[in-house]
């Protein structure tokens, strides 16, 4: 079911990863019973009126966009380039938001931020579960570094990269 959703986690090579970031994302939807129809329907944020793009196209979009931009830096620079991790990059990019499973609930219809998410935002759930599961470090700094809470830190390459691809959709929808 989640690599329907999400269909980019088969681009992670390493299969231990990949089932890894699988783990992740169902304990996330078990939390308060998510089913992929209402994560295909809730908006990715709830800091903005009016939105349109819903989470998992949020998520996928920012995938698609952080393996686009380390396919074309390695084109272009080649062996000259700051390496980066492609597994690391795409774990961290379908895992950066899955702690807002445990930040929103839906009431009367309509998502909001739970008690939980008024106390811990989704950067901190996320690593929390990534950590639970065992993902690497690597990964896990990409969750932590994404959002606000990542600002004065020292970001890894595959940090920079989701941070910018992610604020690249978050603003033109905002």
């Given amino acids: 079911m989640i690599t329907e959703l999400l269909p980019e986690i088969n681009e992670i090579k390493d299969e231990k990863l990949r089932q890894k970031v699988i783990d992740v994302w169902e304990e996330a939807m078990e939390f308060r019973g998510w089913t992929p129809e209402v994560l295909k329907s809730i908006p990715f944020t709830l800091l903005a009126e009016n939105v349109k793009v819903t989470f998992i196209d949020h998520v996928r979009a920012v995938c698609k966009i952080c393996i686009a931009v380390d396919k074309v830096l390695e084109e272009v620079h080649g062996s000259k380039r700051t390496p980066v991790n492609r597994d690391y990059l795409i774990a961290g990019a379908l895992l950066a938001d899955?702690?807002?499973?445990?930040?929103?609930?839906?009431?009367?219809?309509?998502?909001?931020?739970?008690?939980?998410?008024?106390?811990?935002?989704?950067?901190?759930?996320?690593?929390?579960?990534?950590?639970?599961?065992?993902?690497?470090?690597?990964?896990m700094h990409v969750i932590a570094t994404h959002s606000k809470e990542g600002e004065g830190e020292k970001r890894s390459s595959e940090s920079i990269i989701f941070h910018h691809a992610d604020f690249i959709d978050f603003e033109l929808v905002k």
């Fill in 98 to 139: 899955v702690g807002k499973l445990l930040e929103y609930e839906i009431v009367n219809g309509k998502p909001i931020k739970s008690d939980y998410g008024k106390k811990l935002r989704h950067p901190f759930s996320g690593v929390g579960l990534a950590f639970k599961h065992g993902l690497p470090p690597e990964v």
